[in-house]
């Protein structure tokens, strides 16, 4: 059984420019949920997809967007980058329709300058 | 909002001492996990408990759901063990609410 896997694990980006990241799924699971982690924080939840529609979102601007694909791998993307954008994002994956324990990556760790 | 407060933020120990870090939640909880965030950032499971008493090693989690606090016991405790633990609840919907967490430093 794999666990959960993100893409890239660091990345550096420029005010304005456009960001995706990339996380696989654990096997068996068909949610997957993102995180925001500003530093000396806990996580904030950003949204959640479920049969790649978005199913819950939080308090994040639309700027904010995601993809879930058939093989329930998702992508987070995140345009005209601020730098407040800087933070650690977490993936989590979990099995519906049940609220089942969740499972995350290692997370990528975005800066911007 | 639902609020998650965690106490203490942060604890100081001499390895081989215990320690409980305590987790209470403003709402009922659907389930509530606690995790361990190592130092490059991963969230690692530690307890997936709703409620009752679970026990995993040197580590063992109460959540009392009618009550509304969970509390994570840490036995003997090792240098490893240092960094941040969660909790976090899902309180009827789809995300988990972390709580502010508390920062573990074990002195050899």
């Known amino acids: 059984e794999t666990g959960v896997t993100q893409s890239p694990t660091h990345l550096i980006k420029t005010r304005g420019q456009q960001v995706t990241l990339r996380c696989s799924s654990q096997?068996?699971?068909?949610?997957v949920s993102w995180y925001q982690q500003a530093l000396g924080q806990g996580p904030q939840f950003i949204f959640q997809?479920?049969?790649?529609?978005?199913?819950g979102r939080g308090n994040f601007p639309p700027r904010f967007s995601g993809l879930q694909f058939p093989n329930y791998s998702s992508e987070l993307n995140v345009n005209a980058l601020e730098l407040d954008d800087s933070a650690l994002y977490l993936c989590a994956s979990g099995a519906r329709p049940m609220n089942t324990e969740a499972f995350f990556g290692q997370g990528t760790r975005l800066t911007v300058v | 909002g639902i609020q998650v407060e965690q106490s203490p933020p942060d604890l100081i120990l001499q390895e081989g001492a215990n320690s409980t870090l305590r987790c209470n939640f403003s709402d009922s909880v659907n389930n509530l996990q606690w995790f361990h965030q190592n130092p490059w950032g991963q969230l690692i499971n530690l307890f997936y408990i709703p409620s009752g008493t679970k026990q995993n090693g040197r580590l063992s989690a109460t959540t009392v759901a009618t009550e509304r606090y969970s509390l994570l016991y840490i036995s003997s405790s090792q240098t490893t063990d240092s960094g941040v633990y969660f909790c976090?609840?899902?309180?009827?919907?789809?995300?988990?609410?972390f709580g502010t967490g508390t920062r573990l430093t074990i002195i050899p």
């Open positions: 997809y479920y049969r790649e529609e978005e199913n």
């Open positions: 096997s068996g699971h068909n949610t």
């Open positions: 976090a609840g899902n309180f009827g919907n789809e995300k988990l609410t």
